[in-house]
């Protein structure tokens, strides 16, 4: 992935720039920018190791001007070019000859490349974790500390060594937080063009209601969000598994569950649904016992059994989309459910294979099945994978992580860390795949997350979880997952990522959630966790988010606001009660009583303390209410 991108970013001649000598103009331009460094005058510093580029340096010479350029950004909290400035050094370094492996490679060379490399993850972890993007800042600060391990380069004192371990169990510690903990998030003044403004709210419900459940299916249709399946944990790991369908207004924010005028799918959990034109279509999970492909009529409440070809598999834990210009319904990843293929009214005959990579369309209006194998597609093309998720974005199909079949050396399966995309208009052809370099504020590795897409420029991922990130320094966390509640957006013209930052009341982490879309609103609702120390845990919801102008990232300046036209959200509610907007107290937990904000704007805080820290953001939107 770093090659890729770097056959964008660097001269082509770079064996020629490894051997040149030491240029002198370019000695006396870094000494001059360390001069103006030294003097706290990061602008100038700045100008004048950008003029070492414009002239003839060494190898060393640019790295030594792409390091301290990137130093100079971060003293100037500019976040978003520390990151792009230390991302060309790992591109350089990535396209040394030798072995696939960077660090197998740089051994080999000295040990002022070497401390340039590791410099340059130290600044990106930086710049990452005051971009609020905890884990892969947590990943970045772990491989520093094990470099220096490894390659005893004297980078690190001890003083900072401890610092930076402690900052790491911060970041760990903090993302395990239970639904009843609800964050009001602060939204800080970064100026980055990595971040993305808005709001969570948690939208209040009554019953009756669907239970919390995990592995259900979510599609938004028709001003309600439509919720079917799933599954939750009970004691001693037995399972209760659903097969109601449930709607949920987004209106009038009432639940309904939905009573059908025939007999439709059985419990099922890990399959797909998605909304077309006036249907709803339910595809593949574990544990059918009547068919593999289902519609459901919203307005005549009937369900219908779809027939498939024999050659068709069933899967579980795909993903699928929808294509309104080829009108059909794309479906990639995922592993066959053999206990379908048994009950079915035919065997059904499959390679022998426990991992899916293929790629299978369903188109609507003729009723008729394609179906791509794995291992005749050309390369290059993703590997086969599990707990993806997908999304279609004007004319391409992306995939983005997921993991291989767990073996005893990897249990929980081997991450797939990338992104793909897929020309919608080669599936009449010979099918293009292309790998998309990670670029921007980018996710952490993670599988079971969701993703949806918000616009023809924006696509949205939530949640997930990652037994990679754990703590190498406390042995309490050895082998724990790291769930995520955190949400990224991915912009398709620039194909660059940036982090949703956001007040309000937020989703908790958790994996397995579900996402939908309406109106240019996401929505979350449901999925579970394993948080240390308690028994495992469903969600409920929803949840909403409010995204500002997702076409475009936050301005470099940091003054996007949320809409004029945006009101106030009152303060989250927990079982129909009020709670406090910054700690989310109760009445009955909070340290003195509930009170109103004095506007009567509906927030409400349980001490001074919590109206005092959050009153920097709700000034600008206070407004009293009749």
């Known amino acids: 992935q770093l090659k890729e991108m770097a056959q964008s970013q660097l001269p082509a001649d770079l ?73 060309k050094i790992l591109v350089i370094y990535a396209q040394f000859p030798g072995k696939d492996d960077i660090l197998a490679k740089i051994r080999a060379y000295p040990v002022e490349w070497k401390r340039l490399y590791f410099k340059a993850v130290f600044k990106r972890a930086q710049a990452l974790d005051a971009l609020h993007n905890k884990h892969m800042a947590m990943r970045e600060y772990t491989n520093y500390l094990q470099y220096e391990t490894d390659f005893r380069l004297g980078l690190v004192t001890a003083q900072d060594s401890s610092f930076i371990r402690d900052r790491i169990l911060q970041l760990y510690v903090s993302d395990y937080t239970t639904y009843t903990e609800t964050m009001s998030v602060t939204m800080h003044d970064t100026k980055s063009n990595l971040l993305t403004r808005g709001k969570w709210s948690l939208l209040p419900s009554k019953n009756p209601k669907p239970k919390p459940r995990m592995a259900h299916m979510m599609v938004a249709h028709d001003d309600h969000l439509w919720v079917f399946g799933g599954a939750r944990k009970l004691y001693m790991r037995n399972m209760e598994e659903f097969d109601d369908l449930w709607s949920f207004s987004l209106r009038t924010h009432e639940w309904k569950k939905i009573q059908s005028k025939n007999k439709g799918p059985s419990e099922r959990r890990y399959c797909t649904m998605v909304a077309f034109e006036n249907k709803i279509y339910l595809y593949g999970g574990v544990d059918k016992r009547e068919g593999i492909f289902w519609s ?285 907007q910054t700690c989310s107290a109760t009445r009955d937990s909070a340290k003195d009583k509930l009170r109103q904000c004095g506007n009567r704007c509906g927030t409400y805080y349980c001490c001074r303390e919590c109206q005092k820290q959050d009153w920097p953001i709700h000034k600008k939107k206070c407004q009293p209410q009749n």
């Open 296 to 580: 459901f009529d919203p307005a005549a409440l009937l369900w219908t059994r779809i027939p498939i070809p024999k050659d068709i598999p069933s899967l579980k834990s795909h993903a699928a989309c929808i294509s309104t210009s080829r009108r059909s319904m794309i479906m990639w990843g995922g592993s066959p459910d053999d206990y379908a293929h048994e009950k079915e009214a035919h065997r059904r005959e499959f390679d022998d294979i426990t991992q899916c990579g293929e790629l299978i369309e369903y188109k609507f209006d003729t009723n008729s099945w394609r179906r791509w194998k794995w291992r005749d597609m050309m390369s290059p093309k993703p590997a086969e994978r599990t707990n993806h998720c997908m999304w279609i974005v004007g004319e391409h199909v992306y995939v983005l992580y997921g993991q291989a079949t767990g073996t005893p050396s990897a249990p929980h399966g081997t991450p797939k860390e990338d992104l793909w995309k897929l020309k919608l208009s080669s599936l009449d052809s010979e099918l293009d795949w292309e790998r998309v370099p990670l670029q921007g504020n980018v996710p952490a590795y993670r599988s079971e997350m969701k993703a949806v897409a918000l616009s023809n420029d924006v696509a949205v991922i939530f949640g997930g979880y990652s037994s990679d990130l754990k703590s190498m320094f406390n042995e309490s966390l050895r082998g724990s997952f790291t769930y995520m509640g955190d949400m990224f957006l991915f912009h398709f013209k620039e194909e660059k990522w940036t982090l949703f930052d956001a007040d309000g009341s937020r989703p908790s982490n958790r994996s397995e959630a579900q996402l939908a879309m309406w109106n240019d609103c996401v929505y979350v609702f449901g999925g579970h966790a394993n948080i240390p120390g308690t028994e495992n845990e469903e969600y409920g919801g929803p949840f909403q988010a409010w995204i500002n102008d997702v076409s475009k990232p936050m301005r470099s300046d940091g003054s996007h606001e949320l809409p004029a036209s945006s009101k106030p959200t009152p303060s989250p509610l927990i079982d129909g009660e009020p709670t406090c």
């Open 15 to 87: 064996h020629a720039i490894m051997h040149r000598d030491d240029d002198p103009k370019c000695e006396n331009l870094k000494l001059e920018g360390n001069q103006s460094y030294l003097a706290k005058k990061y602008e100038d510093a700045i100008k004048s190791y950008s003029k070492i580029f414009h002239h003839s340096p060494s190898f060393l010479q640019m790295m030594t001007a792409l390091s301290n350029r990137s130093q100079s950004w971060l003293k100037l909290e500019k976040w978003d070019q520390v990151i792009e400035d230390a991302d």
